[in-house]
């Protein structure tokens, strides 16, 4: 069952120096439960997506168009209004920063409560005891002493599972997080993730991850789409798509993961770096740094289905040695 | 807490005396207040006789020593001109001044702040940019000038409000307030008006410049992405964040406003310390400027220190990690 379709999505900044096509043309679907990982190296556009979702791009940007079909409703059209009513109620979002996101200066009751006041008309007692469910779900011991903090009294990992609570209180259809984990240790990340998936299977929420990380999502999500400036590139059930990446792009990506390398030894690099937004090369927007780039490549390629279930927006994937593979 | 604000009181205590002794110094430099105050005609040995009655023949730190046991002893020396002891003198004007450094601090504040958000949120909309438009002037016209203007324009050419004095007065626990009377409000607004144009522009620009940081903030856009009314962001998550500077300023700007409200109230005739300042400078009343600088120094402490712990009230940051100290 679709939970969430986005079709032909675009945001674009406009600035003094031109429009940066920050998403440009993005396409995908989601199915109630549903975790996808949105993957991407900084300024691919992959966070401004996930702000659009929500309504939350800030001037110069804006959705220029595109649809996105929550439940059967189109959010670009409805505006707003609509995405107001369904912000933090339905659709729930997790910032990167857990140290940014809760306000320093209001206690944590007054953040939570707030968020279920919003949306209904309860008692504050009734709405306390709602966030006091919701701390307890995330794992955070003595939830009567913790609402009365303020933030600073909290580590990183515990934020960031308030900030979670807080994205749960609605029971909402859908969690867009944002680099939830990339600003945690790595073992309160181990916890962080294995709560959330739990939450995942309990609930049967839908999710959206976006992430640089290819290692978190790679055990997380369901389903991948790979981002390039602005663009999916390529998308896939997760494992195939670690596993035998089409895109060169993609390929180079979970090559430059680093993974018991001899001491001494080169890691794996994509040469050069993400183009601007603002200049980006004709055609296909990898060229410059893909190896296999060709004359073909001036042309700008579709987001092509190579396989079942699997797309990715380029002339030369590596379906060669996946014959090879399978001739062998 | 206490170690905390054990801490400012000393620091309070060596401002006090530093000022002290400038103040003595600086005064004792501008001239024998005998030449003025007697009778040009008198003789030198009457002279003689005045400058010893009032202890100016002696030595410099003599005088100064003799100041400073006096001034423990709550005595701040006999006014040259009133015959009476100084701070008694001012003592009287201060209500007046008080009342009006007051209601021009809420009127600051009160038209400042909003002001600021509003343009801070919208700064390139018309009433964004007309209000910082403003507040340039607000900022760069001199004092005296606006002063005279308000006086020509409301007074003068429209006829709507008086043009100096106090005006009718009531006794409030045995203190004289203008604001409760019809007539004294009218007298009130103009000088008030006159003093907090200044601060207003300040408390707008600062609220501006902290609204718009504020905004960027992602605390910010993560109270939009939970489905908070702007209604609410505006007024709880941003308004509580600014106040925390705004608060700072304000404090340290209301010592100003008493000390200094001397402008105003020559331009108003407003009977308050100022004035008598102004008048005492004139006359070489020794006694009066330095205890009228003395308590300058005393309430712009005391407000200075208000104003920490109204802080560390604000922010929790703060507060807490002085329980620590």
Redesign the interface.
Known sequence: MTLLQVEDLATHFFTRDGVAKAVDGVSFSLDRGEILGLVGESGSGKSVTGFSL?G?V?PPGRIVSGKIVFDGEDLVKGGEPMM??????RI??I???PM???????RID?QMV??VL??ERISRKSALERCREALARVGIASPDERLKS?P??FSGGMRQRV?IA?ALLHEPDLIIADEPTTALDVTIQAQILSEVQKLCADTGLAMIWITHDLAVVSGLADQLAVMYAGKIIETGETGRVIEAPLHPYTKGLIASVPQGQKHGALLAQIPGTTPSLLNLPEGCSFRPRCPRADAACQEEPPLGALLPGRAARCFHPHLDERREALAS | MIVYLVRRLGQSLVAIAAMAVLVFVGVYAIGNPVDILINPESTQAQIAATMQRLGLDRPLWEQFGIFVWNALHGDLGISFVYGRPAMQIILERLPATMELALVALVLSVSIGIPLGVLAGLKPNSIGGRSIMAGSILGFSLPNFWQGMLLILIFAVLLGWLPAGGRGETVEVLGIRVSFLTLDGLKHLILPAMNLALFKMSLVIRLARANTREVCL???V?????????SR?IVL??IL??IL?PVVTIIGLELGSMVAFAIVTETVFAWPGMGKLLIDSINLLDRPVIVAYLMLTVLIIVTINLVVDVIYSL????VR?SEVDA
């Open positions: 929500l939350l800030d107001r009513t369904l912000r933090g109620k729930a979002m910032f990167q920063d940014m996101t809760l306000n320093p200066v209001l007054t707030e968020t919003a949306h303020y600073h009294q900030a807080i | 903030q992602d605390y856009k993560y109270a939009r992405a939970k489905g908070l009314s609410r709880v998550h509580k964040n925390i604000l922010d929790p940051r807490l």
